[in-house]
């Protein structure tokens, strides 16, 4: 996708929140993500995303903050890495380790399709949304895409990927990845917090994503 699709394909969705009275801004100053984070939500980030646990560069990851009234009501990250030779699975078995502080593999068995994935990736994860704005579909879908087009702006990945709880593959509408594996992971107990086994992995090419946008009408 070239610069002048993503601004063509961007501005409608920039313009839709800016009309629904929402602001957005693309950060990656991770010490002011830090404190716009503790100002949205008391969860503790994700391991994968976490800044204490990750020495984050600004061409390696970023957070997408909407702000409505000067207030920050919605945050997204997404984080690059080169998966080179190795698999999703791999990754995911050799980091979890280190990431749940467990001297061995934490992961019990992972969905044979999890290991189709690999090359250059972007994890997209840490949704927090106020309660105020859970219900407002407009804005997180057109916030969602957004996202995405901005990482196929920003990287050139091979797959876009997260993990969402099983009640919340139905909000794949606001996503629309392609590809939706169920009970993705099991894990070896005590189970990581955060993880269950019921979790679902959402997942799409850069491919498949750039089509979506080139068919999309606003």
């Given amino acids: 996708m070239s610069i002048l699709e993503s601004i063509t394909f961007g501005a409608p969705?920039?313009?839709?929140?800016?009309?629904?009275?929402?602001?957005v801004k693309m950060v990656d100053d991770f010490d002011k993500v830090q404190s716009l984070e503790v100002k949205l939500s008391s969860k503790a980030p994700h391991p994968m995303l976490s800044l204490a646990r990750n020495d984050f560069v600004n061409d390696q990851a970023f957070w997408l903050f909407l702000f409505r009234e000067d207030q920050p009501i919605a945050s997204l990250a997404a984080k690059f890495f080169d998966l080179s030779n190795e698999t999703l699975e791999s990754y995911l078995r050799r980091t979890s380790r280190n990431q749940y502080d467990r001297s061995t593999d934490p992961i019990l068995e992972v969905d044979p399709m999890v290991g189709l994935l690999r090359g250059r990736m972007v994890y997209v994860g840490n949704l927090n949304v106020v309660d105020t704005e859970q219900g407002n579909i407009k804005v997180l879908s057109r916030y969602a895409?957004?996202?995405?087009?901005?990482?196929?702006?920003?990287?050139?990945?091979?797959?876009?990927?997260?993990?969402?709880s099983e009640d919340h593959v139905k909000l794949n509408r606001l996503y629309q990845f392609g590809m939706t594996v169920h009970?993705?992971?099991?894990?070896?107990?005590?189970?990581?917090d955060g993880r269950l086994d019921s979790h679902a992995l959402l997942a799409s090419s850069r491919r498949q994503l750039t089509s979506l946008f080139r068919r999309q009408t606003y």
Wanted: hydrophobic residues 50%; charged residues 20%.
């Fill in 145 to 164: 895409r957004l996202m995405q087009l901005i990482c196929i702006a920003k990287w050139r990945f091979d797959w876009m990927y997260g993990f969402v």
């Fill in 13 to 23: 969705l920039v313009d839709a929140l800016h009309n629904a009275g929402v602001g």
């Fill in 183 to 192: 009970d993705a992971i099991s894990w070896e107990r005590p189970s990581p």
